[in-house]
């Protein structure tokens, strides 16, 4: 079975500092990888993804993530916060399988909270 | 492009009536749609998996006759939550898969449905 882990629950950082939030994956095969940000009460934004091809993605907003299967990871960074940044990030996993691509479990989340 | 509407973004009910939330695929076909409830400050969990014209398949501990799923067309798919109880106060959000007009396979989130049971 698969499962997807994110360590941090919480995490302070200042604006204009870097942000690094990690993301520890089980799964038997390549997996497809995402990051998405969820501000309160609203749904998800889809910050980038990973299927297949160069391991360091880009995605919105100035952020990035970097897979590696040694490692199991798919961390996600920021050169420079911005206030703005303050949400809730979610790591999911899905299936490569073409009947059940789409289908994501999700890790815990970590709340980001900026300060000035 | 890859739009997906949810609809209502927010509902309050008595508790033992029924609600029905729509999701709804605005500028592609989804072939499968998925369900997913997330509690006040908990991650997303998966209910179902829903493909069109066929019956949804429920994740392990989601009561499928509480919770009902219709996707009887490319665009539409419903969750209709049966005799709602004020445990079944939750956010629903919903994503559809399909194939958008490039030839992209697409992958999107509505934006949510606050349901509060009261």
């Known amino acids: 079975a698969q499962s997807v882990t994110q360590p941090d629950i919480h995490i302070t950082v200042s604006e204009g500092a870097s942000l690094e939030l990690r993301c520890n994956y089980s799964y038997g095969a390549t997996p497809y990888l995402f990051w998405y940000v969820q501000s309160p009460g609203q749904g998800l934004q889809l910050l980038l993804k990973?299927?297949?091809?160069?391991?360091l993605v880009q995605g919105i907003k100035g952020f990035e993530a970097e897979f590696k299967r040694s490692q199991s990871s798919f961390n996600l960074r920021k050169p420079s916060v911005h206030w703005s940044d303050a949400a809730e990030y979610f790591c999911?996993?899905?299936?490569?399988?073409?009947?059940?691509?789409?289908?994501?479990?999700f890790g815990a989340g970590t709340q980001v909270v900026v300060t000035p | 492009g890859a739009v997906v509407s949810q609809h209502p973004s927010r509902v309050i009910c008595k508790s033992g009536t029924s609600v029905k939330i729509e999701c709804r695929s605005l500028?592609?076909?989804?072939?499968?749609m998925f369900w997913y409830r997330q509690f006040p400050k908990q991650s997303l969990m998966l209910m179902a998996t829903?493909?069109?014209?066929?019956?949804?398949?429920?994740e392990q501990g989601v009561e499928k006759d509480k919770f009902l799923i219709n996707h009887a067309s490319l665009t539409l798919s419903t969750l209709t939550v049966t005799s709602a109880h004020p445990e079944d106060s939750s956010f629903y959000i919903c994503?559809?898969?399909?194939?958008?007009?490039?030839?992209?396979?697409?992958?999107?989130f509505g934006a949510g449905s606050r349901l509060t049971v009261l």
């Open positions: 994503s559809a898969r399909g194939v958008a007009l490039s030839g992209a396979n697409v992958l999107t």
């Open positions: 999911a996993v899905g299936y490569a399988r073409t009947d059940s691509w789409g289908k994501l479990q």
């Open positions: 829903s493909n069109e014209g066929s019956k949804a398949t429920y």
């Open positions: 500028d592609f076909q989804a072939t499968t």
């Open positions: 990973y299927f297949s091809g160069d391991t």
